[in-house]
């Protein structure tokens, strides 16, 4: 369960850093491309999450991981994200999921 624990704290905090390294970038394509890359991320995440361990491990470390995320952003995260980022996170964001998630459906 220790394992669970920090693997999902540690999904966590990358999430976040994920999310400030997007918020940062001024190209579209690079921005597109760390959301493709957390997209991915999440999948195989949520693939080990329900095949490796205990589900409750996972879940204590999504918990306690989330303030500590948050507190991330807040901290070091950009204050207002940039034009580019947003287009890839709200416009591109969906397509991308949506190619990720039928990409793991079909493996």
């Known amino acids: 369960m220790l394992t669970e ?3 999902g704290f540690s999904f966590t905090l990358a999430w976040a850093g994920f999310f400030i390294l997007i918020g940062r970038q001024k190209s579209i394509v690079k921005a597109s491309l760390g959301v493709f890359l957390l997209f991915t991320a999440m999948g195989v995440m949520n ?3 329900w095949h490796l361990g205990e589900p ?3 879940l204590l ?3 306690t991981g989330f303030p500590s995320g948050l507190w991330l952003v807040r901290k070091v995260g950009p204050e207002k994200p940039s034009g580019e980022s947003l287009v890839a996170l709200f416009l591109l964001g969906p397509l991308i999921l949506a190619v990720v998630l039928m ?3 079909f493996l």
């Open 5 to 7: 624990f920090t693997l």
């Open 56 to 58: 409750f491990g996972w």
């Open 61 to 63: 470390g999504l918990i």
């Open 47 to 49: 693939y080990l999450k």
């Open 103 to 105: 990409v793991i459906l």
